[in-house]
């Protein structure tokens, strides 16, 4: 089963053979929501601890 679907005059369908330019494709995701989450937090953290490193050198 295909992992790539179109969307094509309001109807979803698994792509297979042409594409037609005005169709939107949609791919489906390997990670679960809770991986999604985890990235996400774990980027915020990171962007975090460097804004609060910048901010304390330029308090120095």
């Known amino acids: ?5 179109v969307v ?3 109807k979803v369908e698994p792509a297979n053979g042409y594409i037609a330019k005005d169709t939107l494709l949609l791919f489906t995701s390997k ?3 809770d991986d999604f989450i985890k990235q996400k937090h774990d ?3 990171e962007n975090q601890a460097i804004i609060l490193k ?3 050198e330029s308090k120095q």
Do not use: P
């Open 54 to 56: 910048a901010i304390e």
């Open 31 to 33: 990670k679960s929501i």
């Open 43 to 45: 980027t915020f953290k």
């Open 1 to 5: 089963m295909s992992n790539v679907y």
């Open 8 to 10: 094509q005059n309001g």
